[in-house]
C-alpha cells in the first residue's frame, strides 16, 4: 500500500515548482520562528534590565531615606494621613511611574510581581489614608496607577497561594522591623558613600552660652 504517491513527481525542472516552493514555506516558518524567538529573548533581557533598575532605585540612599522618614514618622504616632509630604509624595510617584509602565505593557506584570510586589502593596497600604487625603484636596485621579498596580500584585497573591493580608494591623505590627531594616541600609548606603550627611545643630543663642551667676 502506498502512503504517498509519487509518480509523476519531479525535484528538479518543469513540474518541481511544488517542491521548491514547499522549500520556500519551509524556510520562511523557520526564520519566523527564529525571529520570534531573538524578540522574546530581547523581551526578556529588557524586562530583566527594567525591573533591576527599579530594584536599585528602591534601595537607592535618597529611597532609603525618605521611607525611614515616615517610619519614624508613624513610630512616633504621626497619623498615616500627614506622614511628611515630601517623603510620602516620592514614594507614590516611584510607584505611580511603574504602574504607569506596567499598565502600557512596558513591564510584565508578572516579572515586576516576582521581585517588588510585597513592597507595593505593603507602600500602598502604608501610604493610602495619605493619598486620600491628597485626592480631597486635588481630584479622584491622584495615584490612580499605584492603587491599579497594588490591585493587579494583589490578584497575582491570590493566584500564588499568598493570603497576606496588607491593612492597617499589619503595617501597625511590621512597622518597627521594616523601619529597623531601612535604618540598617541606609547605615550601609552612607558607609558605601564614604562620609554620612548629618542635619546641622541648633544655633545656640547668646542667652544659652552666657556664663551662670551663680556659678
Not at 16 to 34: D, I, P, Q, R, Y
Not at 47 to 68: C, F, H, I, N, W
Not at 117 to 146: K, Y
Request: charged share 25%; hydrophobic share 40%.
Amino acid at each position: 500500500m502506498k502512503f504517498i504517491n509519487t509518480d509523476g513527481m519531479s525535484f528538479v525542472g518543469p513540474g518541481s515548482e511544488w517542491f521548491w516552493t514547499a522549500v520556500s514555506g519551509l524556510v520562511l516558518a523557520v526564520t519566523f520562528v527564529a525571529i520570534w524567538r531573538q524578540l522574546a529573548l530581547q523581551r526578556s533581557a529588557s524586562g530583566y534590565a527594567q525591573v533591576t533598575d527599579l530594584s536599585r532605585q528602591d534601595m537607592a540612599e535618597p529611597m532609603l531615606r525618605v521611607k525611614v522618614e515616615i517610619y519614624r514618622a508613624l513610630h512616633d504616632g504621626c497619623e498615616p494621613a500627614h506622614v511628611p509630604f515630601g517623603a510620602a509624595s516620592y514614594v507614590v510617584d516611584f510607584w505611580e511611574d511603574i504602574g504607569v509602565l506596567v499598565r502600557h505593557g512596558h513591564i510584565d506584570r508578572r516579572l515586576l510581581h516576582e521581585t517588588m510586589g510585597n513592597g507595593c502593596r505593603r507602600w500602598w497600604t502604608t501610604l493610602q489614608p495619605f493619598i486620600e487625603r491628597v485626592r480631597a484636596e486635588v481630584g479622584p485621579r491622584a495615584a490612580e496607577h499605584f492603587e491599579w498596580l497594588a490591585g493587579q500584585m494583589a490578584d497575582l497573591d491570590r493566584k500564588v497561594g499568598d493570603t497576606t493580608i496588607y491593612d492597617a494591623e499589619y503595617i501597625a505590627r511590621t512597622l518597627d522591623n521594616h523601619m529597623r531594616n531601612q535604618s540598617d541600609r541606609l547605615r550601609t548606603a552612607e558607609d558605601l558613600r564614604g562620609f554620612v550627611l548629618r542635619p546641622s545643630s541648633p544655633a545656640v543663642t547668646k542667652m544659652q552660652t552666657a556664663p551662670d551667676p551663680d556659678l
